[in-house]
C-alpha cells in the first residue's frame, strides 16, 4: 500500500512538473510583456529598463527555476495589472469560487443522486423517462445561456434573485444551479447504471429474504454499493468545477478566481494566468489522488 | 516498473468515459439489416438525425434561404423583434440585432461556424486521440506508460483557461478556435480507444491473425479499426457537441470567433446587452446552439443503442 | 403432528412475449414442524422458483396462484407486504444457491447477521452480537467472535454459506427453505454443509424444505422426498418408499444417474437419461416426460394425473402394481 502510494504521489508531482512547464512556455509565447506595461510610446531605454526590473532579459530556463522556486514557497509574483501580488489576489478570491463549487455540487447530488436512483428502481417507466430527458436537456444547454436565461427570468422578470456580483449567499443561487445543473447529467447517468447493477445482485434478494423493508434494502444495502463511483466521481467533478466556473462566473460577476481568469487572460496578466492555471490543474491532481483513497476507503476490497 | 500503476485512475477513466455510458464493442453491421430495422425504430435516433439534416441544409444553402446578408447593417431598423411577438413582421422573421441586422440569416449563417467548429475539432482530435489510444493499448508496455502520463497531463490542464489563454495570445480566428479545440479534446478518444483495443488484442481472431504472421499495422488496420469503428463513431458524436458548446462558451467571453462573424455564442454575447427590454436576442441564438447540440447527443445516443442492443436494459 | 406449511395447487406464470411460460404447474405439499422434505429434480424443473413463490421473493413480472399457502396459519397469499416482512428472515428463512455473491460486500459478517435479529426483534446490539457468536460456533465456524469484524470477501465459499445458515438461524425460525446450498461449493464441503443443515434442524426442532439434486444427501437426512419434473410433481412420497419402490420411471431415471452410497456397487456404469425437458411456454398435454421415456406407450399422451396409494404419490399411467413391478426388476438388476 505504501510503494503503491508513493508511486501516485511521485507520478502525480510529475504531472504537476510538466504542467507548469506547458503553462509556463505558454504564457512566455505571449509576445513582449514589456511593450504591454510601457505602452506603444515606450522608448528603447525604457523596455529595457522594465525587462531587467521583471527579470526578463534572464534566459528562459533560469526564469522558468526561478518562477517554479518561488511558486513553490506559495511566491507567484505580481500582478501586472492589480497593484497586489498574485497570491494575495488569488486567496482574497478563492473562498467565493469555493462556495459556488460546494454549492453547484450540492445541486447536482441533490437532482443526480434521487433521479438516478428512482429511474434505477423503476426502469422503462414515466420517471426514468424524466431522469432521462433532464440529462439530455442538461447536456445540450449551453450553461451561459442558461444562465442568462435565469437571470431574465428570476432576476428581472420577478426579481427574487439578485443578477450579478457574489456579495451575499443570495447571488451564488443562480450560478450554483446553472453550474450544478451542467455537470448533473453524468452523475446521473452513473448513479442509475451503478443502482440497476446492484439492485440485480444476489445479496439484494438475501436482504429482502431477511424480511427488511424495501427502504431499507434500497438505502442500507442498495445504495452503499452503488455510491462507491459516484462518491468517487464527485470529488473530480469538484476539481472540473472550477475550470467551469470561469464560465459562469463571468456571466454573474462572481469575483472569483474564475472571473479572475477571464479578465487575466483578456488583459494578458501573465503572472496571474501561470498562478491560476497551475492552482487548477495542482487541485485536479490532488482531487483525483483524493477521490482514489475515498475510493479505497469505501470498499472494502481494496481497503486493507 | 511492471505493477506501474494506471495513470489514469479508475475514477477519471470513468468520468471520461461515463458521458458516453457503454461503448459498442465488435464489428458494427452498418450494413447489417438489422441495424437499418433498429435505426428506424429508434424515435430518438431519428428525431435527432431529422434535426442534423435540417441544420446541415441550412448550413450549406444558406445563400439561397437566407432573406438577407448577414453583414448588412441597418440603423434604421434596428431591434425590430421577431414574428410571434408585438411589431413583428415577416420582413424580419426573427427580428433584427441591435444593430439591424436581420436576425433570421445570421442564424442561418451561424449553422456553418457550429458545424465547422464541430466537424473539423473532431476530426483533428479524434486522429491525435484514436492514434494515442490505439498506440498505448496495442503496444502496452512502456508506449502504454509513456501515453498515459500525456493522458493524465491533458486531463490536469483546465481546457477553458488554457483555450482562452492560447487564444488570447495567438489571436482568435476560426482555424485557431478548431485547432486549440481539436488539441485539447482527444482525451476521451484516447482513452476509450485504449481500452477498447486491449479488449479487442486478446480476441482470438486478433491473436490467430498475429500467429498467421500479419504484420503490426496490418493488424490494426484490418482486425481492431472494425471492431472498434462503433466506439468511435459514438464518442466522435458526443465530442462534436462538445467542441460546439465550447465554441460558443469561449465566442461568449469574446476570446473565439470575431465579430462580425455570425458565431451562436457570439450573438448570445452581443445580446446581453439588451437583456432587460429585449431578451429574445439571447433566446433564440441560445435556443439555436441548444438544439444542434440536442440533435447531435441524441443521434449519439441513439447509436449507441442500436449498436449494443445487449446493452440496453 | 401440525403442519406449518401448507401449499396446494401453487403455479408460477411468467409472461414471454405474448406467451405465458408456466413454470410452476400446480404444485401441493406440506412440511411439519421437525420434519424435512427433499425437493429433487433437474435444472429448470421449477424446484427454485417454488420456494422463492412460498418466500414471496419472485422476479417482478413472474405470477404467482394457489388454492392455498399458508404458513402457520397465516394465508400468505393474502398477506400484505408489511405482514411478509414480518416473517421472512424471522419466522421463515431462505438460504441460497450463491454463497459467493449473497452477501453484501460493503458490510461486516457481524453486521449482517445482527441486522436480522435487531430489525425483527426489540434486542440490544449485544445480545444479537451474543446470538451472532454463538450461532457461528455452532456452523462451526472457529474464531467466531473474529469473525464478526470480517468482510465476506476475506472469507472462503463454504465459510460463507456457514454465515448465510446462521443468518438463517438468527430469529430461531420455524421453517428454513434451503435452495441447492452447496452446488457452488467444492465437493468436499458440500456433504459436510448439508449434513450441517440437518442436524440444525434437528437441534432446533424446525421444518426443512432442501431443494438439491444430490441423491446421495437425500437419502441420508430427508423424511419425505418430492421429485419435480417440468414445473410439475412426479413423485412424493416418503424418502423409504421413494428410495425403496421408485414409482415413476423419471425417478428411477434420476437414481441411476446418481451412486447412491450403500446402494450403488462399485465400478457400476451410471445411466442418463436421454432427451430434453419439453418447452414450458404454453400448456403442455399429457404427461410431460414421455418423449424420454423408457416405458412409454399409447394413451401417455393424454394421461396427466397424480395416482395415489399408501400416502406415496406417482404420476405415471401405470398403476400402482404395474409401477412396483418396474422398482423390484430395477432393484434386482442391481444385485
Redesign the interface.
Known sequence: MLGYLAQRLGLAVLVCLTVSLITFSLLSASGDIASAIAGEEATPQQLAEIRAELGLDRPWLVRYLGWLGGALQGDFGDSLFFRETVADLIIHRLPNTLLLAAMSLGVMLSLAIPLGMLAAFRPNTWIDRLALSIAVLGQAMPNFWFGLILIVVFALNFGVLPASGSSTTWHFIMPAIALGYYATPPMMRLTRAGMIEVLGQDYIRTAHAKGLSMKRVLFKHALRNAIIPVVALTVVQFGNMLGGSVVIETVFGIQGVGYLAWESITRLDVPVVQALMLLVAVFYIVLVLVSDFVNAWLDPKIRK | MSSFPDPTSQVTEQAAGEAAGPLPVGRARWRDRDFTRRALKHTAFLLGCTIIVLILAMALLAPLIAPYDPYAQSMANRLVPPIWMDGGSWVHPLGTDGLGRDYLSRIIYGARISLLIGTFTVLCSGLIGTTLGVLAGYFGGRVDLVINFIIMTRLTLPVIMVALAVVAIVGSSLTVVILVLGLLLWDRFAVVMRSAVMQVRSQEYVQSARALGCSTPYIIVREIMPNIFGSLVVIATFEMANAILLEAALSFLGLGVQPPIPSWGLMVAEGRNYLLFDPWLIMIPGFAIFMLVLAINLMGDGLRDILTPENRN | MSNILEVENLRVDIPVGNQTLHAVRGISFSLARGETLCIVGESGCGKSLTSLAV?G?LPRAARRSADRLEFDGIDLMRAS?RQ???????RL??I?Q?PM???????TIGDQLE??ML??QKVPREKARERAVFLLEKVGITGAAKRLSQ?P?QLSGGLRQRV?IA?SLMCGPSVIIADEPTTALDVTIQAQILLLLSELQREFDMGLVLITHDLGVVARIADRVMVMYAGQVVEHGSAKAVFETPLHPYTRGLMECMPIPGKTPPGQHLGSIPGIVPSLIGEIEGCAFRDRCPVARAGCERFDELRRADGHAWRCIMDAQEARGHAAAREEAHQ
Not at chain 3, 101 to 107: D, F, G, Q, R
Request: hydrophobic share 40%; net charge positive.
Open positions: 418466500m421473493l407486504r411478509m416482512q414480518k416473517i421472512r428472515g424471522n428463512s431462505m441460497f450463491e455473491t449473497s452477501l453484501n460486500p460493503a458490510y441486522e436480522v430489525w425483527h468482510y470477501h448465510m443468518m
